[in-house]
């Protein structure tokens, strides 16, 4: 891909402004919905087929980081047409520090609302993200929100706050317990994976309903991009098909993933880093603070976008 091609993908000093000021940008189109369609039909049959499990990272059944062992998504992370929109955002040099799967199946309620920024790992609280440097206006790590389905007002389509990326309205340092260790626990209520995320906010009188939403309808093949500060959250699923988003969670390259440690729990299940690996999908990294993953489980090579600052 040349140059000239390349620069098509890069956000534009509009979409900065956007980004700035809200904390959220996009949709954006990576491919054609049919594209996505077909795309997400195949790689569902990987993802459910138990034999591709003994590739995965982790020997659980949260689907973290099925971009280091399924092929297809270890080349999403590095599509030029999304990797280029971050470095105009975080700068030339950018890890992928994780993904994750976000079904929304028919029923399902709405992910409550929350705000973060390091990833406390579980109920212990240590942060996932360390950064080292602070480099004003640029976030220390953005989600890219990819619609594998459409996702829409009636099967749970995300929501922000936009500009809330600015205030902290909820402490992401607190202690709050997961349902399955509470007496009794309101399932509405614990409806950011089994947690009250209410109950982190700092000022009791403060509610998000209240506050300016902006839904964000997707179709098929559509991304998002966030900062994680941004309070967010998507509406319950009241239609008959499932919603599906897939998320590429990146950081610029100074700042430390999983600092000093060699496996965690959450959400009630094991992770044994062993196999994980930082993805440089962006630029060079100067600083050597993280395990890299040059190739994914099958030894095939992880593409990286050069250095650019657009
Ligand atoms: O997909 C959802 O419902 C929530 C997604 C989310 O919270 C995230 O991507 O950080
Ligand atoms: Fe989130």
Known sequence: MNETMLSDFALSPEEKAVFERDGVVGPFKLWDADDMRAWWRELRA?????MNKKFAAYDNPINYDRHLDISALSRLVTEPAIVRKLQGLLGPDIFCWRTEWFPKNPGEPGTGWHQVETYRVGEIGRASLEPTRTVEGVPMELTVWVALTEATKENGC????????????????????????????????????????????????????????VHFEMQP????????????????????????????RVVPTHVQVYTGMSEFDEFGHHFNLSRYGCVLIAGEDAYGHNRIASHNAHGEPFKTLPRHYT
């Open 221 to 248: 093949g559509e991304f998002v991009i966030f900062t994680a500060r941004c309070v967010h959250g998507s509406l319950p699923n009241t239609s008959r098909k499932q919603r599906m988003g897939f998320t590429i």
């Open 158 to 213: 995300l929501r922000f706050i936009p500009g809330s990326h600015r205030t902290w309205y909820y402490n992401e340092h607190g202690h709050i317990q997961h349902a399955s260790n509470k007496k009794e626990a309101d399932p509405l209520k614990h409806s950011f994976f089994g947690y009250d995320y209410s109950e982190l906010k700092l000022s009791p009188d403060w509610e998000p309903e209240e506050q300016q939403l």
């Open 46 to 50: 990987e993802i459910l087929n138990p």
